[in-house]
């Protein structure tokens, strides 16, 4: 049997492991369609039921639906990134998941797909969708449409903060985030996802020390600091720095995962 | 075909083993017996690469374990003593990962099932302790490893299924094929085994074979005053351990024996280390 990286058995690995967690993901995202379905709905019941517009009171009732599903969205997406790599410290599953017959690499990859691509991407289409279902059903611009209308304003107005490199720069270091917490699920044994979020609190105290300090002593060094970071030069700065960290991240997880013992 | 050098490992608290050597051939069926706490669990998660030795080396089907490379995985399966299969049928289970096994064999696993009285079509989920782990043996001797490591396998097995456990057992084994059964329940490898490894006090006090041990051995019915490496006193009378002198043959008694090995350390490896 080939000991080195095997695309075949990778995939008998993914839909082998998939089959196992089958119940948990569709409850995952079962529970996620449910609860946007249901936010949704309750932001506009006066609509559904007695009528009237959707755009009264400056459009609560698709602005704040929208900011309810994104915080679901970043909570499960953080949540289930924490959960990458739980069988391996569970003690009933750890010695099956250690021993079966799949290169470290495989299993690394399998869980970083899993959880950093295919779930977020499973829940961003599935909000998606139904804001374009309820957009459809009550009458106002869905998100796409928004978004790709404030995209082309964005790009052609080269001047304006938000560049598409500042975009993307904002989005490798979310990418760099998530993978912070690919990191966390691999490094401490228990509460994952708590000890993280303390993790990443305190590896952020010299940022907000730096911040206050430099707002309180000298507001025009933080308003250029601000400006300079929407600036081209900044935002590569961003996206050198995103790209950077997100590769410590992930081999900082790959070097604990390969080194993994079960010592429950 | 399992070798152990100088190993020393220790979890926080402290150092388990020191200086450990332990060789294990290819073909038998090995009873690991020692006390609780004694290091059993620990030994066997070595040898599989789930714990790293400190210092040492451990060699395995001329691999090292701790780099856990599919090659070596696909020929050792490890039976824990507490395990979660997931919400899925013998069918469907064996379907997901028979695959990563070369050697496994659907037939032999439908065969092992009905042996062992396990429903097939049942969900892992709805059985009971004791049919999850009939059903989880099953799947492990199927996959035809030439290591096959088991922890506990009995606990939790009602009388028959003991039985057919060690029926099974037997069936399966052959020149190819090293069966690693560690317990503290010594009556359950009675008939079954043909080498002991005993481990108490962080060192192997005994790896022998069942025929090297009743060569040394002998386990027999004493009078008051006969001498004895051990003895106890049962409603039977008095039966214990005595060094074979003889040369008369006499049927081994796990529990005589481990308890005779633990009480008398010294005189058991001076015994057999000859």
């Given at each position: 049997m ?12 993914a839909r ?15 529970g ?8 949704y ?6 609509v ?7 755009d ?16 679901a969205?970043g ?12 069988r ?6 750890g010695?099956?998941?250690?021993m ?6 495989e299993?690394?990859?399998?869980a ?10 499973v829940?961003?289409?599935i909000?998606?969708l ?22 082309s304003?964005s ?20 990418f ?13 044994r228990?509460?994952?996802?708590l ?23 000298n ?6 600091l ?14 050198g ?9 992930m ?12 010592t429950? | ?8 490992f220790?979890?926080?608290g402290?150092?388990l083993?020191d200086?450990?050597?332990l ?9 690991l017996?020692?006390?609780n ?19 040492g ?5 001329n ?40 050697d496994?064999?659907?037939?032999q ?5 009905r ?11 709805q059985?009971?302790?004791g049919q ?6 099953a799947?492990?001797?199927?996959c035809n ?6 922890d ?15 029926r ?7 020149e ?7 317990t ?5 490898l ?8 005993v ?9 022998a ?10 386990f ?15 409603i ?9 002198d ?19 350390r ?9």
């Amino acid at each position: 049997m080939k000991d080195t990286f095997s695309w075949k058995r990778f995939g008998l690995f993914a839909r082998a492991e998939l089959a196992g967690e089958r119940r948990s993901l569709l409850l995952k995202l079962g529970g996620f369609v449910v609860f946007c379905m249901v936010i949704y709905m309750l932001w506009n019941i006066k609509v559904i039921f007695a009528g009237g517009t959707v755009d009264a009171g400056g459009g609560v009732g698709y602005v704040l639906p929208r900011l309810f599903v994104a915080m679901a969205m970043g909570f499960i997406v953080y949540f289930n990134l924490s959960g990458s790599f739980k069988r391996y410290f569970s003690k009933g599953r750890g010695s099956s998941a250690f021993m079966l017959p799949a290169a470290k690499s495989e299993k690394f990859l399998y869980a970083s797909l899993l959880n950093l691509i295919a779930v977020p991407a499973v829940l961003i289409v599935i909000a998606l969708l139904n804001d374009a279902l309820w957009a459809k059903l009550l009458g106002f611009d869905n998100i796409c449409s928004v978004m790709g209308e404030w995209w082309s304003r964005s790009i052609v107005r080269i001047n304006e903060p938000m560049t598409g490199l500042f975009l993307i720069a904002n989005i490798v270091s979310t990418f760099s985030g998530m993978a912070f917490f690919l990191a966390g699920a691999v490094v401490f044994r228990r509460h994952q996802f708590l000890l993280t979020l303390l993790a990443n609190f305190v590896l952020s105290i010299p940022v907000f020390v730096y911040m206050q300090v430099s707002v309180t002593t000298n507001p025009e060094s933080a308003i250029h600091l601000l400006s300079w970071m929407s600036s081209d030069t900044g935002s590569w700065v961003i996206l050198g720095t995103g790209v950077f960290f997100t590769l410590l991240w992930m081999y900082i997880a790959w070097r604990r995962f390969s080194t993994l013992q079960i010592t429950r | 075909m399992i070798t152990f050098k100088h190993v020393s490992f220790g979890y926080r608290g402290g150092r388990l083993f020191d200086d450990l050597n332990l060789d294990l051939k290819r073909g038998a069926i090995y009873g690991l017996l020692g006390k609780n706490g004694a290091g059993k669990t620990t030994l066997l998660k070595l040898m599989a690469g789930l714990l790293f030795p400190k210092k040492g080396e451990i060699s395995v089907l001329n691999r090292i374990p701790r780099k856990r490379e599919p090659g070596f995985l696909s020929q050792v399966f490890v039976l824990p003593e507490e395990f979660d299969l997931p919400r899925m049928n013998m069918d469907e289970y064996a379907r997901a990962y028979g695959g990563f096994y070369p050697d496994f064999s659907r037939e032999q696993l439908t065969n092992l099932m009905r042996e062992l009285e396990v429903p097939e079509v049942q969900k892992f989920h709805q059985m009971s302790f004791g049919q999850k782990k009939k059903a989880y043996i099953a799947f492990a001797i199927a996959c035809n490893t030439p290591l096959l490591i088991m922890d506990e396998p009995t606990n939790g097995l009602d009388i028959p299924s003991k039985s057919s456990f060690r029926r099974v057992i037997a069936s399966v084994a052959n020149e190819e094929r090293t069966i690693i059964v560690s317990t503290h329940q010594v009556r359950d490898l009675d008939q079954l085994i043909d080498s002991v490894v005993v481990l108490d006090g962080s060192e192997i006090l005994l790896n022998a074979t069942t025929a090297e041990i009743t060569d040394k051995l002998q386990f027999v019915h004493l009078e008051e005053n006969d001498p004895a490496l051990y003895a106890e006193q049962t409603i039977h009378g008095r039966w214990g351990v005595q060094v074979n002198d003889s040369g008369a043959e006499s049927p081994l008694d796990m529990e005589l024996l481990f308890n005779a090995a633990v009480a008398n350390r010294q005189a058991i490896k001076q015994l057999f280390n000859r």
